[in-house]
């Protein structure tokens, strides 16, 4: 969710988790001899590719609708870390620091040859822009179909702090001529550090780069019981429990493991806890609750009291009662990022195999996988229908109530510009 402020500040970094952990140890053997669960290769020099959604020299029909992909986003390569650093710690919202924009300042430059190094194991870059630029091609296409009416769709990628920028995709939006715009949070489960930063950014942009206000906005803020999300994260369970021999499946541990909160945070009222929850009460739902399982949290740092159990503690105080096998589950993540790719597959891997917890294995990210691509265009669809009559409220009953204890103005500011 955060995309690994823990790694950020200590040093991890990863790629994935799915195979055993001898097979991983053969693939690495001749560049590091971490435990792994199997192995991504990326562009070291920044995304290899052309964003087509946001590439306006593209030739197709001008968009109707536009739907943005909001994010954390990640550092596509070697030159991207110090920037992206830099406005990660440059948010409040997400990590509140005392003399922020000093302080943003020089844990940026500290941390960026690091951080460097870290992401040259997962091959140069996150593949964040890559798995959300996949999703939102293969979206459009569905969206065409089913709801020819707000036809043609085109998605746009804003990400919080890396390239392309919530500012990048508001030029691309204002270049097509787009009227109508949905904001699609791409958290499945709302927080004010990640969709709620992403809502108050894009609204700190408007006032700037669409003062007259001519694109008609709506907001997808959450989605964390949606159907087509439950039955993609199930099928990936049960593609994982595979891995086991038959005689055990049904004593794999499942282990869902989220991005921790501060507890200030989840004391001031956050909702996302309740809605990690959920999402993993309707997936063991799906599964007929077939298996034993627990919620834990990942990516705690620093001093102050954090959400937990934490999930590597997790993994070794089951290890430790007998329970070898145990799947990981990433429930608030829907794309490979350095928060699976390292904390889970490379860091809680290798603490685990060194502890001799030979069954542990993740379950594989949702990535572009067709069922919940298929989701991501109901949701919108659904939205679309239920946004269009007149009179009809352009954001949730939800994101309308701030946090008992917020005490940000922006907050409140946000939500009276997208009411209305």
């Known amino acids: 969710m955060f995309q690994s402020t823990r790694s950020l500040l200590r040093g991890a970094t990863a790629t994935p988790l799915r195979a055993s952990w001898s097979r ?18 990326f562009s070291t020099t920044g995304p290899a590719y052309k964003d087509a959604a946001q590439d306006t020299t593209t030739h197709k029909p001008k ?73 939102g091609t293969a979206m459009e296409k569905i ?4 709801s020819p009416e707000s036809a043609p769709h085109k998605h746009y990628i804003a990400f919080r702090y890396a390239s ?83 005689e055990t499946r049904d004593k794999v541990i499942i282990l869902f493991s ?15 806890p309740s809605e990690v929850a959920a999402t993993v009460e309707a997936v063991m739902k799906k599964l007929n609750h077939r298996n034993p399982y627990r919620l834990v949290w990942q990516s705690q740092v620093g001093p102050k009291p954090w959400l ?23 429930i608030a993540f829907t794309s ?19 502890a001799g917890i030979t069954g542990l294995k993740r379950a594989e990210s949702l990535n572009a996988d067709p069922v919940f691509i298929q989701a991501m265009a109901d949701i919108v669809k659904t939205h679309l229908d239920e946004t269009a009559p007149a009179g009809s409220s352009p954001i949730s009953k939800q994101f309308e109530v701030r946090c008992p204890g917020c005490t940000n103005d922006t907050c409140k500011d946000t939500r009276e510009y997208f009411k209305q």
């Open 24 to 41: 991983q140890q053969q693939v690495l053997a001749c560049s590091r001899p971490a435990a792994m669960l199997s192995v991504r290769s």
């Open 63 to 135: 968009p109707k609708t536009g739907v943005v992909l909001m994010n954390l986003g990640g550092p596509g390569g070697q030159d991207e870390v110090h920037d992206f650093l830099l406005r990660l710690f440059s948010d409040g919202d997400l990590i509140p620091l005392p003399m922020q924009s000093y302080a943003a300042k020089f844990i940026a430059k500290r941390r960026t040859p690091k951080i460097k190094d870290q992401y040259m194991q997962i091959g140069g870059g996150s593949p964040i822009r890559k798995w959300t630029t996949e999703q």
């Open 143 to 146: 969206l065409d179909k089913i």
């Open 164 to 246: 392309p920028l919530t500012p990048e995709a508001l030029e691309s939006m204002k270049a097509d001529g787009i009227e109508r715009a949905v904001a699609f949070t791409q958290y499945p489960q709302y927080s004010c550090s990640t969709t709620g930063s992403s809502m108050n950014e894009l609204y700190r942009q408007l006032q700037e780069l669409d003062p007259q206000r001519k694109m008609k906005w709506s907001v997808i803020d959450r989605w964390f019981t949606h159907n087509g999300l439950v039955q993609a994260f199930a099928n990936h369970i049960e593609a994982g429990l595979e891995q086991y021999p038959a």
């Open 258 to 272: 989220a991005h921790s909160l501060p507890m200030e945070v989840v004391n001031r009222g956050d909702s996302y």
């Open 308 to 330: 937990g159990p934490k999930t590597d503690m997790a993994i070794m105080g089951l290890g430790e009662k007998g329970h070898n096998d145990q799947l990981l589950v990433p």
């Open 336 to 354: 490979d990022h350095i928060e699976t790719l390292f904390e889970l597959d490379l860091e809680y891997g290798e603490e685990a195999h060194k």
